[in-house]
């Protein structure tokens, strides 16, 4: 049973920073991708970032280049997600997700697992 935990949200004012963490369990992390999604309030939940069960391979949602960052530590089991230049629009709750095949670079599809998510909000 997969279990993806996120951490790391809160309250920020744009143009700040944070980092979200998730930790995974039930499967040997280093053999799937991981990626970033987020939900906003009335919107459909949205591919931000994912990274491949290697490591070498990043994808990035177009509104999200060049100010988010996705990296991955085999030794912690965990993916995380660095975010500067926030903006009121990035508000959201971010969940975690894993990819379903293993040793498989996926992009933006082909997640089967889910955390509960963290809430993100950037204030003006």
């Known amino acids: 049973q997969v279990q993806l935990v996120e951490s790391g949200g809160g309250l920020v004012q744009a143009g700040g920073s944070l980092r979200l963490s998730c930790a995974a369990s039930?499967?040997?992390?280093?053999?799937?991708?991981m990626g970033w999604f987020r939900q906003a309030p009335g919107k459909e939940r949205e591919f931000v970032t994912s990274?491949?069960?290697?490591?070498?391979?990043?994808h990035y949602a177009d509104s999200v280049k060049g100010r988010f960052t996705i990296s991955r530590d085999y030794a912690k089991n965990t993916v995380y997600l660095q975010m500067v230049s926030l903006k009121p629009e990035d508000t959201a709750v971010y969940y975690c997700?894993?990819?379903?095949?293993?040793?498989?670079?996926?992009?933006?599809?082909?997640?089967?697992?889910w955390g509960q998510g963290t809430q993100v909000t950037v204030s003006s």
């Open positions: 997700a894993q990819g379903i095949v293993p040793y498989s670079d996926p992009g933006a599809a082909g997640f089967g697992s």
């Open positions: 990274i491949s069960w290697s490591g070498r391979n990043t």
């Open positions: 039930g499967r040997t992390f280093s053999r799937y991708a």
